[in-house]
C-alpha cells in the first residue's frame, strides 16, 4: 500500500490530487491519507469529493493512531528531500517494503505531465452544486473573446505568518506590469477580477475595463476557480487557487502572466509552467 498525505487548501489538495492520479496508474493499492485534513480547519476542510465528484479512494484513520502506524510500519518519502530532476523515489518499487507514506505538495506539472487529460477530466467542476449568479457570469464570460482572469489573494496573505515569505510579493507594482504587458498582446482586454479584497483592487489598479466577481465566498470559492478557468487569459498571483483557474483553461492560445518570484526569499522553479509569461515583482 502507498499512502499519500491529504493537506492544505483547494489549490494545494489539488496538487495533491494530481500527484495521486499517476500514482495509481502505476500502483493501484495507493491512497489518499484524511486523517490529518479532519483537524485542518484553515480553508474549507477536503474539497475534492464534493466539487469535482470523485470516487472516495480515500484512507482516514484517528491521527494519532496513524502516526504510531507510520512510525512503525511504513517508509517515509518526504518530497522536500528528493532532487527536483528525478522521479526515482516516487517510481521505486519498493519490494522489500511494501508499506510506503509520501509526504509534500507536489507543486508542478512534472508530477503530472504524461496524464493531463487525465487529470483535466477528474477536476471536472461539478455545475449543479454552483449557484445561478455563477453560472450566468460563466456564460458570459464563455461569449466574451477578450476576457482576462486577474487574481489579487490578500486575506491570509497579509497575517504575519504569511507575509514575509509570500505575501509581500504580487503587489501594485507586479499587476501594473502584468497588465501593461497583458494589453500588448491583447486587444481591448476585458479584467474578470477575483480577490477577497475587490475594495483595495478598484483603489490601487486602474483597470480599464473590469468585471468584479465578489459573491464566491466560504465553502462556494471554489466557484472563482471554475470562472478563471473560462477565461481567455490569465494574470495569476503566486496562489496555487489562481494557477489552476489558469492552467485549467485548455486553450492552446491562452496567455498567463506570472510573478518571477512564488516566495521572497527562495527561488521555486518547478512551479513555472514553460510556456507561461514571467512578470517582474520587484
Not at 75 to 90: C, M, N, V
Request: aromatic content about 18%; proline content about 4%; glycine content about 4%.
Amino acid at each position: 500500500m502507498r499512502l499519500i498525505k491529504m493537506t492544505g487548501g483547494f489549490g494545494n489538495q489539488m496538487f495533491i490530487y494530481a500527484f495521486y492520479l499517476r500514482m495509481k496508474k502505476r500502483y493501484p493499492k495507493t491512497r489518499i491519507d484524511l486523517s490529518d485534513m479532519v483537524h485542518y480547519h484553515a480553508h474549507h476542510g477536503y474539497e475534492m469529493n464534493r466539487v469535482f465528484r470523485l470516487p472516495s479512494t480515500e484512507f482516514c484513520i484517528n491521527r494519532s493512531l496513524k502516526k504510531v502506524i507510520e512510525f512503525l510500519f511504513f517508509k517515509t518519502i518526504l518530497e522536500r528531500k528528493q532532487k527536483q530532476d528525478t522521479y526515482w523515489a516516487f517510481e521505486k518499487d519498493y519490494a522489500s517494503w511494501p508499506l510506503v507514506y509520501f509526504k509534500g505538495f507536489y507543486q508542478s506539472e512534472r508530477y503530472f505531465s504524461d496524464i493531463q487529460d487525465e487529470v483535466r477530466q477528474a477536476f471536472t467542476f461539478d455545475l449543479s452544486c454552483a449557484n445561478a449568479q455563477s453560472l450566468a457570469m460563466m456564460k458570459q464570460i464563455d461569449n466574451d473573446t477578450h476576457a482576462v482572469s486577474l487574481h489579487v489573494r490578500r486575506g491570509d496573505y497579509l497575517k504575519p505568518p504569511f507575509w514575509d515569505s509570500i505575501g509581500c510579493v504580487c503587489q501594485e507594482p507586479y499587476y501594473h506590469r502584468a497588465t501593461a504587458e497583458m494589453e500588448k498582446r491583447v486587444d481591448a482586454p476585458v479584467y474578470y477580477v477575483f480577490s477577497e479584497d475587490i475594495a483595495w483592487v478598484k483603489e490601487h489598479l486602474n483597470l480599464p475595463q473590469a468585471v468584479y466577481i465578489d459573491w464566491n465566498q466560504g465553502a462556494d470559492s471554489w466557484q472563482d476557480m471554475m470562472l478563471m478557468s473560462h477565461c481567455r487569459h490569465h494574470i495569476i498571483c503566486n496562489s496555487t487557487f489562481s494557477w489552476w483557474g489558469a492552467w485549467l483553461n485548455p486553450r492552446k492560445d491562452k496567455i498567463v502572466m506570472m510573478p518571477d518570484r512564488w516566495f521572497h526569499y527562495n527561488e521555486f522553479t518547478q512551479i513555472y509552467p514553460k510556456d507561461w509569461v514571467k512578470i517582474a515583482t520587484e
